[in-house]
């Protein structure tokens, strides 16, 4: 019997050494993102359309079964449910939303950088 090798599910991804899940997480694209950022995009009372689904979020920083940051969700609808969805499962899956989210990071790093550039020139 051959030895059974482990794998690591990580972003869709299937790796099979720890060394290569060690690299892909220390380059996760998640991290650039601070929860409130996340909190601030899915603010609660937002609806977005997910897997062909408009939800609403009940709740943008749901504590469920160890997990927190995640949203609590109602789907709308006639078949109306709720649910727990990660923010990173949705931003994964729905590249526009990352793209938004991106851009509003470019938008918050250039209010930074005036305002640095205004605090040294105030020091001289």
């Known amino acids: 019997m051959g030895e059974m090798s482990t794998q690591y599910h990580f972003d869709n991804m299937i790796y099979t050494s720890r060394e290569d899940l060690k690299k892909a997480m220390e380059n996760d694209w998640y991290k650039?993102?601070?929860?409130?950022?996340?909190?601030?995009?899915?603010?609660?009372?937002?609806?977005?359309?997910?897997?062909?689904?408009?939800?609403?979020?009940?709740?943008?920083?749901?504590?469920?079964?160890?997990?927190?940051?995640?949203?609590?969700?109602?789907?709308?609808?006639?078949?109306?449910?709720?649910?727990?969805?990660?923010?990173?499962?949705?931003l994964l899956d729905e590249s526009i939303f990352r793209k938004e989210l991106d851009e509003s990071l470019e938008r918050a790093d250039i209010s930074l950088e005036i305002n640095e550039n205004h605090v040294q020139m105030q020091l001289f």
Request: proline letters at 2%; aromatic letters at 20%.
């Open 32 to 90: 650039k993102y601070n929860k409130y950022m996340i909190r601030e995009f899915f603010y609660i009372g937002r609806q977005f359309e997910f897997d062909g689904i408009t939800y609403e979020v009940l709740n943008n920083n749901a504590q469920e079964s160890h997990v927190e940051g995640w949203l609590y969700l109602k789907a709308i609808g006639e078949n109306s449910y709720k649910c727990w969805i990660s923010p990173r499962k949705i």
